[in-house]
């Protein structure tokens, strides 16, 4: 047990799927996973162990923005032996060749980042994509011909932006998409030595408008949990 999570030890797997939503997350390990067992409900914060093709998984929600990541995914790493960390979540489309339920995988992540500021300082680090992941995640979308981009992402600490400005420079700069928890998951799994990926869905789109129904998500969210889930045991 550890502050934020109540499983006890071996009741994590080393292969760690984390959609931002725990409900996503029981919905996923319901859906996906043989014999899901509950292993943490501390806060709300649910997490979830089974097996997929007789693979251990554990299915943990992360929260949303990266100061909550950021605690889930230091515990399980930390405490709980976490080797493997795939971020499920969906994400806002920054061009316009990017389309509601295409998938990104995120080759790197640009933040203000408030976690890792304290650490790098003036320091640009470059978080990125654990490569074997990232590669076996692109086979496998391309093996389910879904439609994927691959390349930068953009991890913001805010979801109503008061500085569109950055949006506009994250566009013109060829960022694929937004989201809010990435950029944490890769510092991690970099100072950690573990491997992690982002897989995300495109929900919205920033230059559109556009939304996907939320009787949509759930279909969509499901190829990018198949891909999640092949890549890690590639
Ligand atoms: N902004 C930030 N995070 C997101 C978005 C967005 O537009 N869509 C899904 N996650």
Not at 62 to 76: H, V
Request: aromatic share 6%; glycine share 10%; hydrophobic share 40%.
């Amino acid at each position: 047990m550890t502050l934020h999570i109540g499983a006890t030890p071996g009741e994590i797997a080393e292969t760690i799927l984390m959609p931002g939503d725990p409900y996503r997350a029981k919905w996923a390990a319901e859906t996906f996973l043989d014999n899901p067992k509950c292993v943490n409900d501390v806060r709300g914060m649910l997490g979830f162990t089974g097996t997929w093709c007789g693979h251990a998984v554990t299915i943990h929600g992360s929260g949303m923005g990266m100061p909550s990541l950021s605690i889930y995914a230091n515990e399980l790493i930390r405490d709980h032996g976490a080797k493997t960390l795939i971020r499920i979540g969906s994400c806002g489309a920054m061009q316009e060749h990017v389309g509601l339920r295409d998938v990104i995988l995120a080759m790197t992540a640009s933040s203000l980042s408030t976690p890792s500021s304290g650490i790098f300082r003036e320091l640009n680090f470059a978080p990125c994509a654990d490569w074997g992941l990232l590669r076996a995640a692109a086979d496998a979308a391309e093996a389910k011909s879904t439609r994927t981009h691959i390349g930068g992402i953009y991890s913001s600490d805010v979801f109503y932006d008061e500085r569109p400005d950055l949006n506009e420079q994250m566009t013109r700069h060829g960022i694929l998409g937004v989201e809010m928890e990435a950029a944490e998951l890769y510092n991690l799994a970099a100072r950690h030595s573990v491997r992690a990926l982002a897989v995300l869905t495109v929900s919205d789109h920033l230059q559109t408008g556009a939304a996907l129904p939320s009787k949509d998500r759930e279909s969509s969210f499901g190829d990018m949990i198949d891909i999640a889930l092949t890549a890690a045991f590639a």
